[in-house]
């Protein structure tokens, strides 16, 4: 099993799949088989098995598949131009950060976010705002570097992306302005941050 194996292996525990299902993924989502194609590693798995199945299997893992598709987006949008990540070494690192699910500059999560940005509306934005939805969004560290190289991403609100812009560098970003963010997110909140500040 080579790298990119065990990556796909280890993000496709998190759904409850039996192993056809997890055939038609990897071969529809990963390797982008065509369905004829994986009628016939479907039936190599099993020899009863046929184009119906494989019909049958893409409506069984819809929802899998667009979760997959969903990130994808993420990396075509960014990472196509960047030749040194494959699609899974991208997916390991967003699975893993969206897990945590915060700022990694002043540690805002995203259920706050949704707090201050959807549900109370307690920072008024326009809807024409294109980050009025207040997801995390992918940021590179070291903006002059042009590059979205995995080492150089992380996941960051949309106010310290937006205000840190490609002006100001990650270290005076973290000592100086995150904290700051913080108080302000705590200030529309009227409470604490639940995170501590990312280091
Ligand atoms: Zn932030």
């Known amino acids: 099993m080579d790298n990119k194996d065990q990556i796909i292996e280890k993000y496709l525990k998190r759904f409850s799949i039996n192993e056809e ?3 038609f993924i990897k071969c529809y989502s990963f390797e982008r ?7 016939k590693v479907l039936h190599k798995y099993d020899n009863s098995k046929t184009y119906k199945d494989v019909q049958r299997l893409n409506i069984e893992c819809n929802y ?16 196509k131009d960047d030749n040194n990540n494959s699609f899974e070494s991208f997916l390991e690192w967003y699975s893993e950060e969206e897990e945590n699910g915060c700022c990694g500059y002043c540690g805002v999560t995203q259920n706050e976010l949704h707090t201050i940005f959807i549900e109370s509306k307690v920072l008024p934005l326009n809807d024409k705002v294109k980050r009025s939805s207040g997801a995390l969004e992918i940021e590179r560290k070291d903006s002059l570097n042009n590059s979205y190289n995995i080492s150089n991403l992380i ?3 949309p106010l310290c992306n937006n205000a840190k812009s490609n002006l100001i560098d990650e270290a005076s970003w973290r000592n100086l302005f995150a904290p700051a963010m913080r108080k302000y997110y705590e200030q529309l909140l009227g409470k604490s941050l639940n995170n501590p500040l990312p280091k």
């Open 21 to 23: 299902q997890k055939i």
């Open 33 to 39: 088989k065509s369905f004829k194609e994986i009628e």
């Open 64 to 79: 899998y598949v667009n979760e997959i598709q969903k990130i994808r987006n993420k990396f075509t949008d960014k990472r």
């Open 155 to 157: 996941l960051a609100c």
